[in-house]
């Protein structure tokens, strides 16, 4: 078998205990960062979201692999030219103001870093000009907002209507999602999507971004 | 409460090792409290505080625990359906599904939940006699201001419940604007203490973390001496431990640490441990209610509080996770209604409930009605002597022409649980009254009883006060 078979492999079973020293192994054996990027640690990734896609897998499979691949680019970063070769692009998450459930939230952050993407979490109850400030200082291609109740749904609606005031509507997609949330209230709030759970939010995500 | 059948989850070794799991975790980690107020009057009443992190010492558990009410009585606002614990009967009580934001009308479509449903449920809820009490749903932000859902729906459901409401509040400031409108309804906050027509819901956000919010529930209501149903909702796999028991525990904990702040700030404030117990379905990521193990660790709480404890026990009787009222629907109800039925519980709730108690639905809320009656029976048991033997009757042996016209049956032939929609027909007198379904005759109840408009239940000078109080509530909270 050969080493990067061996590192896909590896990213597969998420045993990110051994995939650093398999890593450097591949680098002390000449190979590129980006042959073992390309050849050996995404094909492993992306297998791992293929069965996710068909119910073969769990979660938690997606993330450790995602863990055991972030290991292993750990070792390749120094190696690269080009530094931000290892995310594809960067979203911004956040529970609205007023509302403190987060695990929905936290595991979009989780399945969209597994997909690729660079991703800063504002945590919950997170106030619009909070939003806006993010959106001004990470500049990402995705805004995701969280909402679990009936009385913070709106708080949705109004962060759009300041992306629109402060003129920064155009440079950001939005994305919501949460318990009371569906297709019609995104359309009706002028969102640019609706992700009914974890694993679509990723896929919206990716689709955008690509 | 305990019926004749009886389901122990934990032997007794099991059940003393997490009743000192729990008290492990209260006085060594702690709680965190986001509410100044209430820590510095734990710390005053013997808690150790650093902070927001408090710790409750065995020695300060077994006090406040003291003080927990062994008996009390939750109020109806009729007067008609008061709800004494423990049941004098050993029966639990049934309350509806709390805080839904969809409503499936008997026109099958779902939408958000408005002020008219709200009533038209609060009604329905009056006509069910196997249901208990009942629970504010989420009225939509499109029909009353979104900063006072919680205030505006709790009125309408003052206005047309005969019987005890449980209030789920959603935000700091409300809280007591809610308690205010509940004393309105009674005459003041006096009157509400002594008749409690309404009762809350605290929930910790695991693990073992309070919020202003829910810290300013216990708070306040620990003050005014309205009852609480401390209420933990964890999902194992996501912000519990992926094992049911693991999940179990931090339920128990969280309602354990509510239970002695309530009863620190205000001694002998009525409580109900509720633990309404989720989890993560690892290939979806959606929470849900009707996972097997979940349902066995529901068991493991209603055990520790009830019989670890002697303090009474709350958790979910009926619900699903299927969107609709379908086979998957009727499949997990039964079986998690059939399992607590035979728990120690004294409260079951979620009639109505669908879609992880996401949905509520007027036809489901008549079956349920159904399906609870069904379970109270259960919970009855069998009891074995000579008379129910009917020993003496086999013995004489004059039975040739068989037990119809006995005296025995004539004395226990009502006896035997009757569903009042089930079909118990045969196949000819079936099919000549129209081959009925079960849905069918649902509907045909609700159009029964909605045949009557609604109707508010209070008297002119209550709805006056509730209206005053709520206009109080409306400058006071909305921006």
Redesign the interface.
């Known amino acids: 078998m050969s080493i990067l078979q061996e590192l896909t492999d590896l990213v597969i079973a998420g045993n990110y205990m051994n995939i650093k020293a398999k890593t450097q192994e591949a680098v002390d054996q000449g190979l590129s960062a980006k042959e073992i990027l390309d050849g050996g640690l995404m094909p492993g990734i992306n297998l791992i979201g293929e069965r996710f896609a068909r119910n073969e897998v769990f979660v938690p499979n997606v993330l450790m692999a995602a863990k055991a691949m972030n290991e292993g680019v750990e070792i390749i970063k120094p190696l690269m030219l080009d530094g931000s070769v290892t995310t594809i692009g960067k979203v911004v998450v956040g529970t609205v103001k007023g509302d403190l459930h987060d695990i929905g939230k936290n595991l979009v952050a989780l399945m969209m870093r597994s997909a690729g993407l660079e991703v800063i979490d504002l945590g919950s109850d997170v106030s619009t000009e909070k939003f806006i400030a993010a959106i001004k200082e990470h500049k990402p291609a995705i805004i995701g907002m969280a909402a679990l109740l009936t009385t913070t749904m709106y708080e949705q609606k109004n962060v759009i209507e300041a992306l629109q005031k402060e003129g920064i509507r155009d440079q950001v997609k939005v994305m919501v999602g949460g318990a009371p949330i569906n297709q019609a209230w995104a359309d009706k709030i002028g969102a640019d999507c609706f992700a009914a759970d974890a694993a679509e939010a990723a896929r919206l995500a990716k689709a955008i971004v690509a | 409460m305990r019926g004749r059948i009886k389901f122990d989850v934990m032997n007794a070794q099991e059940l003393e090792l997490m009743k000192n799991r729990v008290e492990d975790l209260l006085s060594i980690r702690g709680i965190e409290v986001d509410h100044p107020e209430l820590v510095a009057e734990l710390e005053a009443g013997g808690a150790e505080v650093n902070g927001h992190n408090v710790k409750f010492s065995k020695a300060l558990i077994k006090k406040a625990l003291a003080s927990v009410p062994a008996e009390f009585t939750l109020k109806s606002p009729s007067g008609e359906r008061d709800l004494k614990f423990p049941n004098p009967t050993g029966d639990f009580y049934v309350r509806t599904n709390t805080g839904a934001?969809?409503y499936l009308d008997v026109k099958n479509d779902s939408h958000?939940i408005t002020l008219d449903e709200v009533a038209e449920w609060t009604q329905l809820i009056n006509s069910m006699e196997n249901i208990d009490y009942c629970t504010l749903p989420?009225?939509?932000?499109e029909e009353v201001p979104?900063?006072a859902?919680?205030v505006y729906t709790l009125a309408q459901v003052l206005k047309h419940s005969k019987k005890h409401i449980w209030i789920q509040p959603?935000?700091t400031d409300n809280v007591q604007q809610l308690i205010n409108i509940a004393a309105a309804a009674v005459g003041g906050h006096d009157a509400l203490r002594k008749n409690p027509i309404v009762s809350f819901i605290s929930c910790g956000?695991p693990v073992l973390t309070w919020?202003r919010?829910d810290a300013e529930v216990l708070y306040r209501c620990a003050k005014a001496g309205v009852p609480v149903q401390p209420c933990s909702l964890p999902?194992a796999g996501?912000?519990t431990p992926v094992t049911a028991q693991g999940t179990a525990l931090v339920a128990c904990a969280e309602v354990m640490a509510m239970i002695i702040m309530i009863q620190l700030i205000g001694p002998g404030t009525p409580v109900i441990a509720t633990t309404l117990l989720f989890s993560?379905d690892?290939?979806?990521?959606?929470?849900l209610q009707s996972n097997t193990e979940i349902t066995m660790a529901r068991l493991i709480c209603m055990q520790l509080f009830e019989q670890g404890y002697n303090i009474r026990a709350h958790s979910y009787g009926t619900g699903t996770d299927s969107l609709i009222i379908d086979e998957q629907n009727f499949i997990e109800r039964t079986s998690l209604i059939h399992m607590m039925a035979m728990s120690d519980a004294s409260v079951l709730g979620g009639a109505g409930q669908l879609e992880t108690a996401?949905t509520i639905s007027p036809l489901q809320l008549i079956i349920d009605n159904e399906i609870f009656g069904t379970a109270h029976r259960l919970r009855q048991g069998l009891a074995v002597d000579d008379e129910t033997l009917a020993f003496k009757e086999l013995m004489d042996g004059d039975d040739k022409a068989g037990f119809i016209l006995s005296e025995h049956t004539m004395r226990h032939f009502t006896e035997p649980h009757r569903p009042r929609l089930f079909n118990r027909d045969g196949m000819a007198k079936w099919e000549q009254q129209g081959k009925k379904t079960l849905l069918d005759l649902a509907m045909e109840r609700y159009e029964e009883l909605l045949k009557a408009p609604v109707k508010v239940q209070l008297k002119d000078e209550q709805i006056k006060a509730i209206d005053e109080a709520l206009t109080v509530a409306h400058k006071a909270l909305v921006k």
């Open positions: 934001m969809n958000y989420s009225t939509s932000g979104v900063d859902i919680d959603y935000e956000v919020k919010m999902t996501a912000n993560m690892m290939m979806t990521t959606y929470t996401k």
